[in-house]
DNA sequence: CTTCGTGCAAAACCTTTGCATTAAA
DNA sequence: TTTAATGCAAAGGTTTTGCACGAAG
């Protein structure tokens, strides 16, 4: 084996999607790799809504589709490179799920704050009870619920909206 | 102190909700009572619109509306009685959260099923981690994905619709 | 050429809300 | 009697889809 082969080399979000697209007999097109390159540019933790605003206001030549935006979400999850995370203000929340260490996340109920931690501990559960049962998992997602360091101190807000994660 | 307060007993979910109503200065009216008396009678996994079948299509004078049935819903949740525990179909997944035990759920992506587990060495976890980081936890939600034990041997079926949880 | 993808607008869907009426406390 | 809750229908908001056109292999 030569040098090369023997360094794992980190593929690029946008390889990956089309490796997957390709298992799929589907195609890497323009506007698919516009979304790519946006979602991993800039976003973190976004909802469909967000990126549909960035990706329709363009007037460059770069603009995308909202439904086109909302096929790609979903061919990206698909493909194992974006997971939803929580729901807020009734939209499904995105962040990445490659090339990023897998975490968890508190979630405050007062003041909808993400906390993200670790995952370690978490999957070696989810991996031992998973085989426990036959099952073949390609990941979790654990949101631990209840009211951050700040707002236990704070003075009870109820319910503040909450626009940005 | 009496023998009967020295036992710790079982408070129905209908009391539970009773006194969570009474501390919020709301009322448990007929048809509070007629949604909580099904939904811990039959359903384990159920989603609001079959629910909502269930109680619009009553004749016997025991028919509770569609707005009263999702209102219910959020009372019952915020009372701590019910948990949303997944989303299928794009319908919030609700299960009992009161007078059962604390499990976790393996959610098949191929066929849809929820396979629950107990959640007692996820529960530690939780704990460590909530008091590390100064967080107040009420309760958590963990989500395996991947590809259930039966689904792993089949042929692969893209997306069967699943009606019931 | 033949299949797949895009964009648009309309539809589908789940959930919430305004309002007049009814029922708890 | 006072305040809260119900039911209906209508609205709200997110996500999906049918279809004609265009692009990719």
Redesign the pocket.
Known sequence: MSDLESISVAVSPREKFREYLSTQ????????DIVVEEVFATHEHF???QLVAVMTARTDGR??????V???L?ELERAGLLRKVARA????VFEHDYGYPQHDHLICSECGSLTEFPADDVSKVVTRVAEANGFRHTGHRLEVHGVCNQCCRSPRRRHPKLDMI
Chains 1, 2 share one sequence.
């Open positions: 007999n589907k195609r890497l097109t323009r506007e698919r909802d469909p809504e603009r995308v589709s909202r439904s086109t909302y096929r790609t979903k203000n009734d939209r499904d």
